[in-house]
Structure formats: C-alpha cells, structure tokens
RNA sequence: GGAGAAAUGGCAGAGCGGUCGAAUGCGGCGGUCUUGAAAACCGUUGAGCUCGCGAGGGCUCCGGGGGUUCGAAUCCCUCUUUCUCCGCCA
C-alpha cells in the first residue's frame, strides 16, 4: 500500500512511473485525493466537536467539584446537540475511510527507477547466466525417473488428499531433508537467525504482507475458524514486524525460514506444469529482511549474491533475471528472478524471486523504525527471497544428475543425505 | 476442558467515574558539579493523526472490540493472552 503522503505529494511523478507497471493511475489517484480531502474535513470538525466536548465535561467535573449540582445539571443540556453531531460526523468519516481504504489498496507499488518497460517475461531482462548445462547421455525428465527410482509418488499423494500433493518416500524424501538442511545452515552462517512460524494464519497477517483482499483465492482457507494456509513464510515471518517501531541497534535484521508452502494454484495447470514444476504443497526455505531505506537496495544486492551461491554449490546452470514491469509483482518495487535449468525438459524453471518492497508492505504492517537522533519514525524496508524453493531444485537435480548407474547426489548434500547415489 | 486471578509507558509498579497521557522507582537523554568518571542534584523522557510559516494548538490510544455516562485506565459485555489450581494428552 503507498502512502497518502506520496500519492499527494509525488502525484505527478507517481502517475509516470506506474505506466512502467503498465498501469494507468491517473483516474484512481484523483479519487483517492478527493477521498482524502474529505476525510480530512471530517476528521477536523469532528475532532473540534470533541475538542468542545471535552471542555464542557471537565466543567461539569469542576461544578460538582464545588457542589453547584444545580448548574452541572445545566450544562449538561449542551452537550446533547454536540454528541449529536459528533455522531453524525463520525458516520461521514468511518463511511469515506472505508471507501479510501479499499481503493488504495488497488494502486501497485511504485517500480524501481531501473526497472525495464516490458510486458511479458519475454521482455525480463538476463542479467547473468552461468554453470554448465550438462550433456547428458540419457535424458529422461524427473516425472518418469521418479518412478523408475520409486522416490516420489504422485498417485498416492492422489489417494491421500489430491492431484498436486506428492508423496516423497525413501531416497526422495531424504533428499529433500537434505536440502533443506543445507539451505537453513547456509543461510545460518551468513547471519539469518531461523524461525519455525506457524503455517497457518488469520486475516490481520494475510492482509499484512498483501495477499488479502485482492488474492484471496491464492490461499486454502479454513473457513471455520477465518484462517488461512500460508502460500509463503513471508507471511507470518514478515508479520512478526507488524506494528513494531524498530531501534537502529535492531538491524539488520535476517530471518530464514523452512515450512511447508500451499497455494491452491487456480486455473493454473497447463501444458508445462507436469511432476515438480508447479504443486498445492511444496517446501521452500524463505529468507526475509528488514532494512532502513537508505540500505535496502544493497541488501537486495547481498540477497542476490546469497541465493547465486546457493546454485554454484549444488552445481546447477542458472541464470538470473531482472523483471520488467508487466511481469514484476503488484507488491514489488524490484525483483531478481532465479532460474535452472532443467536439463531433461530442456526449459528453464523457476526456483527464487527474490524481491525489494520498499515500504509498501511496511506500511500496512505499520513496520516503522527511529532513526538515531530523530523524533519522528520513519517506514522500514522488507524484502525477501527464496532460498530456496524445493521442488524444482528436486527437479533439476534428479534429471541434470542422472546417469546410467543411478542419480548422483550433488558433493554439497552428501554429508546431509549420508548417499552419495540413488540406485534403482 | 473446569475453577480462580491478572493485563497500565523501555522495565517495575500506583491509580475513590471528573484538570490522568497517567504517581513513584529504575533505566535512557540533557545539564550542574568533577582533571575525567561515579555519586548527588536539576531538567527531560511513548505513539498515531491533524491545524499552523513558526511558537504552539486539537483529537485518539492504559491487551483487542463493543457499551453505559456530560465525562471511562477506573463500571458493564465480549474476545485474546498470561499466571495459579484441577483434569486430559503427543
């Protein structure tokens, strides 16, 4: 959510560089001022109406202090006229602050000034390409070894709950144990203190971070209760700031988390969305961070570099992409995508996104922190990224390291898997 | 799950329905004193919104939400959390 303050101040300019998002703002953001100019009002007489009640009732109080009952009594007659108005100034404003509240939501986040215009992702930008592809004498993708070495099964997952809920056994599962001990100890040493978040949370959290109102069907709810499956750990790690005025001597803070990730993924399975590359449930270690403004942007950078040397020590081909607007996130001021590639179905997939919101998150989460010296709080930064996310690392894995005796476990995972191959 | 008690500023802890945004102590910051420091003393010390060029003013916030009242930290309802006791359980 932008500010109020930014959309008033920087009307102009802000019109100019949500076209890069493909976005024409100039309609919605004249309504939002004129919605603001009337609360304001509302908001003025409203508070002179309390200012004036407030007076009399503390006369009152002195009246009775001085036991002129008779004249308390009185004095009381003035007030009614006053709540009165007070009442009906109070419905004007709750009435323009709701109709505020849901159109500012509908305005993207301002893209980063290096952002490139572009309208699908054929127009993201290669900022990196690397590692080998391999040359593989057998090519089979990772939906057919998976049954030929018995390590992940999609049919049970079927019997269980549904389509897109595999089921990881032996092998295959500890695989992925041991990725994901690999993420959350690498991500250890360079700082990120580990959290273990609930993986279910209520509308204040979901609201927080921006996946309601807008993309509420992304997310299984839990309609008994009003409570949602988190699609990410940005969700409750980030909203473990929601409300919170941050002291300098806070940061930085990193947060990496391991969970379990749902997204009920609507409408989109198609052609390309076979075995691993697109799931309900799927795990996914997140890295989040909070930062002052004037640092966010080489924190995005430190990210980057932290999630590329995650790829170099599994020995994947990667490369790195910068989004353009039509494809970058409604949230997002500037995203990295990361990609494998996947050497069986010969594409490459998408395994992080990692990304600077500047404060757009932070100012629904009221996230603020005081600068050294300064009275007034200012608006953190949060970004995060994944690092990263399993099931196409699982993908590219089984099908860039098979070889005719078996899949080999990349040098890194050994120690963490205690195999060094996956025989039949 | 049952019974009881509680939730107040960075922390601890007061607060008969009326000059309470809140005593007091600690901590923090500024100052006096000191070669420096400590101690002592004095002052200061929450957030949000808003009006004003500024000085300064107004409104809201005492776990969350609602209510009673001219007036609520204080009374009522409700939710949440914490503690104690009992029961149950991985």
């Given at each position: 959510m932008l500010t109020l303050r930014l959309i008033r101040e920087e009307k102009d300019k802000l019109i100019k560089q949500l076209r890069i998002k493909n976005f024409e703002a100039e309609e919605l953001i004249e309504k939002i001022i004129k919605l603001d100019d009337k609360r304001r009002e509302f908001q003025l007489k409203k508070d002179n109406l309390q200012a004036q009640l407030n007076d009399i009732s503390k006369e009152i109080g002195i009246l009775y202090a001085q036991k002129k009952k008779e004249e308390a009594e009185q004095t009381k007659q003035k007030t009614i006229d006053i709540k009165e108005k007070i009442r009906e100034y109070e419905d004007l404003l709750n009435d323009v602050e709701s109709e505020l509240n849901s159109i500012i939501v509908l305005l993207p986040n301002i893209p980063h000034e290096s952002v490139p215009a572009g309208k699908?992702?054929?127009?993201?930008?290669?900022?990196k390409q690397a590692g080998d592809i391999p040359n593989l004498s057998i090519k089979k993708p990772h939906w057919d070894l998976i049954k030929e070495y018995d390590i992940i099964d999609f049919e049970l997952g079927t019997k269980i709950?549904?389509?897109?809920?595999p089921v990881y056994k032996s092998k295959g599962a500890k695989l992925q144990r041991a990725l994901i001990n690999f993420f959350l100890d690498q991500a250890e040493q360079v700082g990120y203190v580990e959290i273990q978040p609930p993986l279910i949370v209520n509308e204040d959290s979901g609201f927080g971070t921006g996946q309601l109102p807008d993309k509420e069907g992304q997310m299984y709810h839990i309609g008994l209760d009003n409570f949602y499956l988190i699609p990410t750990a940005e969700v409750p790690i980030t909203n473990l700031y929601r409300n919170v005025i941050l002291e300098e001597?806070?940061?930085p803070i990193k947060n990496v988390a391991y969970s379990a990730c749902f997204r009920r993924?609507?409408?989109?399975?198609?052609?390309?969305?076979?075995?691993?590359?697109?799931?309900?449930q799927f795990d996914k270690v997140e890295i989040v961070q909070i930062a002052k403004p004037e640092n966010s942007y080489s924190v995005l950078e430190e990210m980057k570099n932290y999630v590329e040397s995650l790829l170099i020590k599994l020995e994947l081909p990667y490369r790195i992409l910068k989004l353009c607007g039509g494809d970058i996130?409604?949230?997002?001021a500037l995203t990295y995508d990361f990609e494998v590639f996947s050497a069986a179905q010969e594409r490459w997939l998408e395994v992080s996104s990692v990304s600077n919101f500047e404060d757009f998150q932070t100012n629904r989460l009221k996230l603020r922190y005081r600068p050294e010296n300064e009275k007034k709080t200012r608006l953190a930064h949060s970004l995060n990224g994944s690092a990263l996310a399993l099931p196409r690392i699982m993908a590219a894995i089984i099908e860039n390291y098979q070889t005719e005796q078996g899949i080999v476990v990349p040098k890194v995972l050994r120690d963490f898997t205690g195999f060094d191959i996956i025989e039949k």
């Open positions: 699908t992702a054929e127009d993201n930008i290669i900022v709950t549904g389509a897109g809920f001597k806070d940061f993924e609507a409408g989109s399975w198609g052609a390309h969305v076979r075995g691993l590359n697109r799931l309900h996130s409604f949230t997002a």
